[in-house]
């Protein structure tokens, strides 16, 4: 268990439809990553956030976006899905991006399915 | 941009060990790390080696770091059924943000 968790496990849906992901960091970290991993494309990265601010975007399509809390929980907004949002999505804590050896850890993800 | 490349499949014998391979091209790699993905699963670090590292062992795992060349490898000695998984090699960048470029991930069968 690496003490982030992810909710809900699982969650199907239909196309046109907005989900909301959400993730708790383990006890101390400041920084959350939200990955997307399917098929075809791999674990890409999203978008990252460190203490209530956004630091980087990586391949996020506009269709999406999160925050991240004062609690630190952070969530994953996913509106107009489509066929091809399906996907397994990890949320991933660390201490602080500023630290040399920052290891990010993650937790189980969420499955979304898209009918 | 970065790009991580790894093989895809990888069968060996219990009690073999087993290498994974990974190729990177990010020069201002920091750290490179090795994740452990099982059937339906998160990801679990593994291991994680300094870019002026040449070698890290832990356990039964050995992490070969060769800069020169951009190549990163896993051994995994005495290899369990328990070890098969997905390995996935990670590499961080040098930019301020952190965040980590995946290879696409080497299924390890291991064979009774």
């Known amino acids: 268990d690496s003490g982030v968790t992810q909710t809900p496990k699982h969650l199907i849906t239909a196309t046109g439809q907005r989900v909301t992901l959400r993730c708790s960091p383990r006890?101390?970290?400041?920084?959350v990553y939200w990955y997307q991993q399917s098929l075809d494309q791999g674990l890409q990265f999203l978008i990252q956030?460190?203490?209530?601010?956004?630091?980087a975007k990586g391949n996020i399509l506009e269709r999406f976006s999160a925050q991240q809390f004062p609690d630190l929980h952070s969530e994953l907004n996913l509106s107009s899905l489509e066929l091809g949002d399906s996907a397994l999505y990890f949320c991933?804590?660390?201490?602080?991006?500023?630290?040399?050896?920052?290891?990010?850890?993650f937790g189980p993800g969420t499955r979304l399915t898209v009918l | 941009g970065e790009d991580v490349e790894q093989s895809l499949f990888l069968s060996v014998r219990e009690g073999d060990s087993s290498v994974i391979n990974c190729t990177y091209t990010?020069?201002?790699?920091?750290?490179l790390y090795w994740y452990k993905q099982e059937p339906g699963a998160g990801l679990q670090l593994l291991t994680y080696?300094?870019?002026?590292?040449d070698m890290k062992q832990d356990q039964r795992l050995t992490v070969l770091l060769n800069k020169k060349d951009k190549h990163l490898s896993l051994r995994i000695a005495d290899t369990q059924t328990g070890d098969s998984a997905i390995y996935f090699c990670?590499?961080?960048?040098?930019?301020?943000?952190?965040?980590?470029?995946f290879g696409s991930g080497t299924q390890l069968t291991v064979l009774p």
């Open positions: 991933a804590s660390s201490v602080s991006p500023a630290r040399a050896v920052d290891t990010q850890y």
């Open positions: 006890s101390g970290d400041l920084s």
């Open positions: 956030y460190y203490n209530g601010e956004e630091r």
């Open positions: 990010d020069s201002s790699s920091t750290y």
């Open positions: 080696i300094f870019s002026n590292m």
């Open positions: 990670a590499e961080k960048g040098g930019s301020s943000a952190r965040q980590l470029t």
